[in-house]
């Protein structure tokens, strides 16, 4: 059956039509078998001829041809509109994947061959890059002053608005600048702390600087104290940003900062440097709070306390020892690039003009020590380690801590406050001296021995740990032994080194009696015994010869009063 055949007989399906090739109608709705009887050649006489107009009158196939050509036409042009739909689906596609074509696709295509209408899409035009150094160099002083008088004025007994107005000039002035522009987190990361220092504050003209620097010196300590601490946060609150990016966090705790970022550094840099004891106060607040102190926030850390340095040294070096250097004892917090990043800012420091003179001078503040006790000896520890334990870094704390141990051992020696400081150092010192490493060994000698020449009252404190500390306080006796000319010289009273000794022969004795201890104790206190012995008979013919001095000074006064009787025998009964 060909394609006409089996259309007509689904057309007639449909329509229920169903006839026989003879003019009878179907008893099944069904096509039936054709056949056709023998003609005779001679066909009978009295018989009809069948009529065919009936058949011709009902004009069947003509309908069915009309349905045959409407469904075929139809068909046609619905498989030519899916053709047409398929081939501007693709075009589009391919468009549109060509990102520097610019156009995008034909929404459609024109049946029998009608042109395709592309639309180009416009390119939209680039934002031209600010960076930070055009925008500084085009800040005016004198608009920048008037402003700072209008707030002033407007909100004369509210710092902290007046402060935050001053934050938000800085915003909008440096709003065109992109992060792209200002990228601070690579900058931190990859800077020298001498490069550092000066960002960006190197990008400011000096009038701007120095307007900006005197009208912050006029406001409140407090409310400059709660303005830096606001513009730490938003520097962590950006950076926490920054680190949610590069790990893939889907949860951001804050959102990023509506002014400009590089602003926030222009405020915070300016407002350290005039008053950088406002850091002081902050310390408690950066010491219990985790977020001041994790790993990753050190460049912070370090870059603020480089700007407070830039005001005060001592402020720089006081939170250094306080906040920095406490992060060389921890295990997590000491590695490599930390321990190079506290040492450069460290140096940056010491290396400053009359840094030396300066902090020495200034060792106290307000009752705080710049180096405390605690901080002398992690560096004597960072400084003199064991021979296995030598790191690259050794050589730095070495040219560093001459001046730090001065600093760390200022002070006036009859005071209580350097009393309690001395008590504390002979304690980690005689630790130190026992624990066999040569060079700290000698190290701590030599301080446990400075601490005894400041105040009598370190001779009763080591008369309490000696035989708790034996054998350091036999590398002490010994360097007293080998170094008396020089050590004697220094002291001025030797009556309390005197009566220590009595009271450690008065041990040593004991302690070789009862015979509890090994060998090695035994040894040590025969060695300290001996050494004992030496000094007091040392200061014993100290004392015959000072006594033989008293003498004769007495001898050669009394000899002078006579002759200068003899010089002049009337001086008396003419006055």
């Known amino acids: 059956m060909d394609e006409n055949s089996a259309i007509i007989e689904a057309i007639l399906r449909e329509d229920g039509l169903t006839t026989n090739l003879n003019g009878h109608q179907s008893q099944d709705s069904g096509w039936k078998t054709v056949s056709y009887s023998k003609r005779r050649k001679n066909p009978p006489k009295n018989s009809v001829q069948p009529s065919l107009t009936p058949f011709h009158d009902s004009d069947v196939f003509r309908s069915v041809d009309q349905h045959s050509e409407d469904r075929l036409r139809r068909a046609q042009e619905a498989a030519a509109a899916a053709a047409a739909a398929l081939q501007s689906a693709v075009r589009s596609k391919q468009h549109s994947d060509d990102d520097d074509s610019g156009a995008e696709s034909s929404a459609g295509a024109v049946d029998n061959g009608g042109a395709e209408v592309k639309k180009v899409k416009p390119k939209k035009p680039k934002k031209p890059k600010v960076s930070v150094g055009d925008v500084a160099s085009k800040m005016d002083a004198d608009d920048l002053a008037a402003f700072l008088l209008d707030i002033s004025a407007s909100y004369e007994t509210h710092h902290d608005i007046q402060l935050m107005r001053f934050a938000d000039y800085f915003g909008r002035a440096f709003a065109s600048v992109s992060a792209a522009q200002f990228p601070w987190v690579k900058i931190f990361k990859e800077s020298t702390v001498e490069k550092l220092i000066d960002v960006p504050l190197s990008h400011i003209p000096e009038a701007v600087y120095k307007t900006s620097v005197d009208w912050i010196n006029q406001r409140s300590f407090e409310a400059v104290a709660s303005f830096v601490l606001w513009l730490l946060d938003n520097i962590h609150a950006d950076l926490e940003i920054h680190q949610g990016t590069v790990k893939g966090s889907k949860k951001v705790a804050q959102q990023a900062p509506s002014k400009s970022q590089v602003a926030i550094f222009f405020v915070l840099a300016m407002s350290l440097r005039r008053k950088p004891e406002v850091l002081i106060s902050l310390l408690p607040i950066m010491k219990e709070n985790q977020k001041y102190q994790a790993q990753d926030k050190l460049p912070v850390t370090i870059w603020v306390i480089a700007q407070a340095s830039q005001g005060d040294l001592a402020v720089g070096l006081y939170l250094s020892t306080h906040m920095l250097l406490p992060m060389l ?44 006790p605690s901080a002398l000896e992690l560096l004597m520890r960072a400084t003199f380690p064991a021979p296995s334990a030598r790191v690259k870094a050794t050589e730095r704390f070495e040219a560093v801590y001459p001046t730090l141990k001065e600093v760390a051992l200022a002070g006036s020696s009859g005071s209580k406050a350097m009393k309690q400081v001395l008590l504390q150092i002979m304690k980690f010192s005689i630790k130190a001296a026992g624990e066999g490493i040569p060079d700290l060994s000698s190290e701590a000698v030599d301080i446990f021995t400075w601490c005894l020449n400041q105040n009598p009252d370190c001779y009763k404190q080591w008369d309490l740990i000696y035989l708790d500390n034996l054998e350091a306080s036999v590398l002490v006796l010994k360097k007293l032994s080998n170094e008396w000319k020089e050590l004697s010289a220094k002291t001025p009273n030797l009556e309390p080194l005197k009566d220590t000794l009595k009271s450690f022969q008065q041990k040593n004795e004991k302690e ?64």
Do not use: M, W
């Open 329 to 372: 004892g921890g295990k997590s917090s000491c590695n490599p690039q930390s321990r190079d990043l506290i040492l450069q800012l460290v140096e940056r420091i010491l290396s400053s003009p009359k840094a030396r003179s300066i902090l020495i001078n200034g060792a106290v503040r307000k009752g705080e020590r710049l180096v405390p």
């Open 512 to 575: 070789l009696s009862n015979g509890e201890h090994g060998a090695r104790y035994h040894v040590s206190l025969k060695d300290a015994d001996k050494y004992c012995k030496v000094i007091l008979g040392r200061l014993s013919r100290g004392h015959g010869c000072t006594i033989s001095k008293v003498f004769a000074s007495a001898a050669l006064a009394v000899a002078a009063a006579a002759g200068f009787a003899l010089l002049f025998p009337n001086l008396q009964s003419s006055d």
